[in-house]
């Protein structure tokens, strides 16, 4: 054998060698770095599942908390007693800051609020009472919802019970109004 074909087998020899030894190393580490890959993205995916239930546990806790600031917040706007005079001044100065200044206050009978009536959810320490006031005055029509909006500022929970608005016969600008209003407040048990 001349050292020509003697060099061109051990050159076949070593590729082949280095083939085999490649394939027979490198297969089985491809297959296992492929298993790694398929279990971290799995992985990968778990976890993007728990952050989103984590981001609705924490947006869930934040409506938790912003409920829990508004239940505190109605409950300081239902006094422990009736505070009438506080009420109905807090009712002048809206009427006043509207442009009303001819109006019409009736107070009406307080009563209390059948607990039996209400969900067990609402059953509050002491009973709550509720103070209808009867207001009547002549405005327009924005002067009404000027009041209106006033008295959504009021530190007081009220709700308007009745709204009657008829217009003036005489002037076509002017409004009848009639409003009924039910103030809140908290009495001991």
Request: charge should be negative; charged fraction near 25%.
């Amino acid at each position: 054998m001349n050292a020509r074909k003697l060099n061109a087998t051990f050159i076949a020899i070593i590729v082949v060698v280095s083939g085999a030894f490649g394939s027979l190393m490198m297969v089985p580490g491809l297959r296992e770095l492929e298993k790694r890959r398929e279990a971290i993205g799995a992985e990968l995916n778990e976890t993007k599942q728990i952050q989103a239930v984590v981001a609705d546990m924490s947006s869930l806790y934040a409506e938790i908390l912003r409920v829990r600031g508004r239940d505190l917040t109605l409950w300081e706007q239902v006094p422990a007693e009736p505070r009438f005079s506080e009420f109905l001044n807090g009712l002048s100065r809206c009427l006043s800051a509207g442009g009303i200044t001819k109006y019409d206050v009736q107070p009406q009978l307080a009563r209390e609020i059948d607990a039996t009536k209400l969900p067990e959810s609402l059953n509050l320490i002491g009973q709550i009472a509720v103070q209808p006031v009867e207001l009547k005055f002549d405005a327009e029509f924005k002067q009404v919802f000027e009041l209106l909006a006033e008295m959504e500022r009021l530190n007081r929970l009220i709700h308007v019970d009745r709204l009657q608005m008829t217009c003036d016969d005489k002037n076509a600008e002017t409004l009848h109004v009639e409003l009924v209003l039910q103030a809140y407040y908290r009495r001991p048990a």
